[in-house]
């Protein structure tokens, strides 16, 4: 049974950064491109960033973009996004899910972790 | 970007109606849509994708139809776990652009 974990979620000030983490566990983990998704309170869904089943490719939303790193350690099976100079417009749920691909970031979420809680307050 | 378009935002229906949920999109997709359903607290679940085909466990009262700009998702007959919100997603492009959701609510 394919299975995701996050972690990581808090309570941070404007400016701070913060390290989410997504264990994996019931599939190859290296055969498959990962996401983070996240929704703010209240709202929808937005996509913030993807890697490649070996990590060599990455992609991120605008409103990330050099801020955020999203990575992936295949000695532990784990999905991470470090987060940085973070905002009170980044305050959401952010959820992992698996794409059905291995390389390219063009596909949709088979299977979703329970979702982590971050909150940009001072 | 693409965009993404549900329509209605919020639906009211009784258990065993159909429902039709609309979904368009700003440009041709062909058939890269996927459809999920989410209840409170808990992380969307998929239920179409590739626009019709229908995910693994899902109920077939769930069917998804269209291609280009305008999709559907049809429930044939509501069940009370069907009462939940439903996004559409785009995969087109890598930015993975969801639509703003349809929350279906117990008449």
């Known amino acids: 049974e394919v299975q995701l974990l996050d972690s990581g979620g808090g309570l941070v000030q404007p400016g701070g950064s913060l390290r989410l983490s997504c264990a994996a566990s019931?599939?190859?983990?290296?055969?498959?491109?990962m996401s983070w998704v996240r929704q703010a309170p209240g709202k929808g869904l937005e996509w913030v960033s993807s890697?490649?089943?070996?990590?060599?490719?990455?992609y991120y939303a605008d409103s990330v973009k050099g801020r955020f790193t999203i990575s992936r350690d295949k000695t532990k099976n784990t999905l991470n996004l470090q987060m940085n100079s973070l905002r009170a417009e980044d305050t959401a749920v952010y959820y992992c899910?698996?794409?059905?691909?291995?390389?390219?970031?063009?596909?949709?979420?088979?299977?979703w972790g329970q979702g982590t809680l971050v909150t940009v307050s001072s | 970007d693409i965009q993404m378009t549900q329509s209605p935002s919020t639906l009211s229906a009784s258990v065993g109606d159909r429902v039709t949920i609309t979904c368009r999109a700003s440009?041709?997709?062909?058939?890269?849509l996927a459809w999920y359903q989410q209840k409170p607290g808990k992380a969307p679940k998929l239920l179409i994708y590739?626009?019709?085909s229908l995910e693994s466990g899902v109920p077939s009262r769930f069917s998804g139809s269209g291609s280009g700009t305008e999709f559907t998702l049809s429930i044939s007959s509501l069940q009370p776990d069907d009462f939940a919100t439903y996004y559409c997603?785009?995969?087109?492009?890598?930015?993975?652009?969801f639509g703003q959701g349809t929350k279906v609510e117990i008449k």
């Open positions: 899910a698996r794409l059905p691909t291995v390389v390219s970031p063009e596909g949709f979420f088979d299977s």
């Open positions: 019931g599939f190859t983990f290296s055969s498959y491109a």
């Open positions: 890697i490649s089943g070996g990590g060599g490719y990455t």
């Open positions: 440009q041709s997709i062909s058939s890269w």
């Open positions: 590739d626009a019709s």
């Open positions: 997603q785009q995969y087109n492009s890598y930015s993975g652009t």
